[in-house]
């Protein structure tokens, strides 16, 4: 199961008998927590994708059954399937790489699966198809033919709704296509330019304060948007940490990002803030040999979440709240360790879980928290998480 999107709890599908315990947690703001369990059914197939607009209210899932894709939207406040549309794929194997994406305003909505060379517009309302990108067309004008079944399995992109752009990833691309017109694309940024060796591995858009982040294996890119194009862009880099790090969260308002430091001798990451509000990225440390079990960090109301396990061995929900951090911490005086200085909270104690269970996906929405066990950490996968939520 995808947890692209937490509305996947109410439409369940077909799973083998071994795997029929498996569950998702859903934890309250009042602490209170239940489980879902994934032995619900219907007939719409193994979600593999989903996406939200919090205007609207409405949610998108994207479901395989054989040579079949749906796309359900629905309510996310009551589950509710509004409306649904088949498509066949011939070949619609597990393990091929599909995006979905969902413009902020809730008009568009972007479908790419890796057995096809276009990227679909639809109406997200209707689902209807209003149009397409050619992707072999774009990768042509910018000779990147030769790359293309590189760029079929790594692609990203996103909507820039004020300029009616999209933003594509193509390897050490990023090229900006306007939705009428590939003749008129154009590369905004190359990271084989750069004086390091760079690979970019995740983009996505904020509307809201008008910046495209772009997350590479050792750096963070983030680019901002005026209402003609591109204003500015600045590199934070993280060699110091090398390919040990992982995206923990970003939060463009408050102007930082929280990345994780993988302890490998024990399973462990140290969490860190990189504040890029000054014109130099500074690095300060949050927490130390932190248990690589889980850990969410909530935009809307600057919360970070992570696991712990007690005295009594049961597994605990904390968090710490970083809104104004700079004026609750006084980073300008800060030491490398910060750990002691934070305010970290009790949220949730989480009930007894198998052993099996090694790492907890985690997200929040409408208020609620919540955890998807898994039964295995892919961290290629994890390594940029926030930007597909």
Known sequence: MDFQSVDCLQIQTRKRQEFNQDFTLLVLGSGKSFKVRESHQTNNGTVIAGQ????????????REGSTLSFVLHSTKTTKALKQLRIQIENNYANYHHLLRVSSDGSTLLFYHESKTDIEIRNYNSLKKRGSLDLTQICRKFNLLERFNQIKVSLDFDFITHLGKTALMLVSKIVLVKNDSIDQAEILFDCS??????????????????ILFVSGMTSFFLFGFDDSGLSYSKHIACNQFGRTLRLLGWDPKEEFVLIGERIMRNNKENYHLIDYRASEPKTFSLLEEQLFMGSVYDSVNHRLFFIEIGVDERKNLLFTNLRDFREKYDLDEARHDNENALNISHYASLPPMSEAYAYYLMRTLNGMLILKPTRAA???FLKDFPLRL
């Open 378 to 380: 892919d961290e290629k």
């Open 193 to 210: 330019q750069l004086s390091i060796k760079e690979r970019l591995m995740a983009l996505k858009y904020n509307s809201d304060h008008r």
């Open 52 to 63: 939200h607009c919090s205007k609207l209210g409405f949610g998108i899932l994207l479901t």
